[in-house]
């Protein structure tokens, strides 16, 4: 299954002298399976490209087809298509609203007209995936905490049985440990599920770990679109849209202008503790 982005432009307020070009002529595509990270500065159209991805939002031009169907075309069941594209917005309280926190996994099961057993059957099993221990399942989604309201929220919408899980700032607001269990529990999900993942992130730390594929998105346009070793390669470009690289960037690139003669394409601690290892006989800076 996959979903095309074809030439898409979105303005607010069209026709008005507030009009605004949210989104400027978009194509891509996104398949199968990828981990994809998408970046930009407050303002670059994120938010509004996730919305276009689910049918959320209609385009102003330009066309969204999800397996090879107009999204937006008389007669298309968007119900569906968010059961397939699911999105988990950047704040859990923007999407819990049930009693208990059984009950608002079942939600969107029981849009889908499922029967009664299925519905638990799903929440059950999401709320695994996420590792939300069941002594919380009866208590109220506000009496949780900022991580377990995350995971409760991501739940909701893995038990619709997504194709693609869109992750708003899934880490936003939490401290470093509930950061990295969040991540890596949604990369367990992407290899346990072989779904495809888009998380949108101000962590450029975070994408270069887990991403495959980094989308920069600068004025309404698509930037870059690339591997995150050939994405933070561009480091002085992202700097200046007001973006950085991974700190290890930095770290390897200074390592290289005082003569060590390490790789600069590394984007993770670990992987530069390595290369400098390899190289500390040379070590003189």
Same mark, same amino acid.
């Given at each position: 299954?996959?979903?095309?982005?074809?030439?898409?432009?979105?303005?607010?307020?069209?026709?008005? +002298?507030?009009?605004?070009?949210?989104?400027? *002529?978009? =194509?891509?595509? /996104?398949? &199968?399976?990828?981990?994809? #990270? @998408?970046?930009?500065?407050?303002?670059?159209?994120?938010?509004?490209?996730?919305?276009?991805?689910?049918?959320?939002?209609?385009?102003?031009?330009?066309?969204?087809?999800?397996?090879?169907?107009?999204?937006?075309?008389?007669?298309?069941?968007?119900?569906?298509?968010?059961?397939?594209?699911?999105?988990?917005?950047?704040?859990?309280?923007?999407?819990?609203?049930?009693?208990?926190?059984?009950?608002?996994?079942?939600?969107?099961?029981?849009?889908?007209?499922?029967?009664?057993?299925?519905?638990?059957?799903?929440?059950?099993?999401?709320?695994?995936?996420?590792?939300?221990?069941?002594?919380?399942?009866?208590?109220?989604?506000?009496?949780?905490?900022?991580?377990?309201?995350?995971?409760? +929220?991501?739940?909701?919408?893995?038990?619709? *049985?997504? =194709?693609?899980? /869109?992750? &708003?700032?899934?880490?936003? #607001? @939490?401290?470093?440990?509930?950061?990295?269990?969040?991540?890596?529990?949604?990369?367990?999900?992407?290899?346990?599920?072989?779904?495809?993942?888009?998380?949108?992130?101000?962590?450029?730390?975070?994408?270069?770990?887990?991403?495959?594929?980094?989308?920069?998105?600068?004025?309404?346009?698509?930037?870059?679109?690339?591997?995150?070793?050939?994405?933070?390669?561009?480091?002085?470009?992202?700097?200046?849209?007001?973006?950085?690289?991974?700190?290890?960037?930095?770290?390897?690139?200074?390592?290289?202008?005082?003569?060590?003669?390490?790789?600069?394409?590394?984007?993770?601690?670990?992987?530069?503790?390595?290369?400098?290892?390899?190289?500390?006989?040379?070590?003189?800076?």
């Amino acid at each position: 299954m996959s979903l095309k982005i074809d030439d898409i432009t979105y303005v607010y307020e069209k026709g008005t +002298a507030m009009s605004v070009n949210a989104l400027d *002529h978009i =194509s891509l595509e /996104i398949p &199968d399976g990828q981990f994809i #990270g @998408l970046v930009g500065h407050t303002g670059s159209g994120k938010s509004t490209f996730v919305q276009m991805l689910n049918g959320l939002l209609a385009p102003t031009t330009g066309h969204v087809y999800w397996n090879g169907q107009d999204v937006h075309e008389k007669g298309f069941d968007r119900r569906k298509l968010r059961a397939s594209v699911g999105l988990v917005f950047q704040y859990p309280e923007h999407q819990l609203f049930e009693a208990d926190v059984l009950s608002d996994v079942e939600f969107g099961p029981k849009n889908l007209g499922l029967s009664e057993a299925e519905c638990k059957e799903r929440a059950v099993e999401a709320l695994r995936h996420v590792n939300l221990p069941e002594e919380f399942w009866d208590k109220s989604p506000f009496d949780l905490s900022g991580g377990q309201q995350r995971r409760a +929220a991501i739940a909701g919408v893995l038990a619709m *049985h997504p =194709s693609i899980l /869109i992750l &708003d700032e899934p880490t936003a #607001g @939490l401290d470093p440990l509930g950061r990295d269990e969040i991540l890596n529990m949604v990369r367990g999900m992407k290899e346990k599920l072989r779904i495809t993942i888009v998380l949108v992130s101000h962590s450029m730390d975070d994408v270069a770990q887990y991403a495959d594929r980094i989308l920069v998105m600068n004025a309404g346009k698509i930037m870059m679109d690339d591997t995150p070793e050939k994405v933070f390669s561009r480091y002085k470009e992202l700097e200046a849209i007001g973006l950085s690289a991974p700190q290890v960037v930095y770290i390897m690139q200074y390592l290289k202008e005082r003569g060590l003669p390490v790789k600069t394409n590394i984007l993770t601690v670990d992987e530069a503790v390595d290369e400098i290892l390899a190289h500390r006989g040379e070590l003189n800076v």
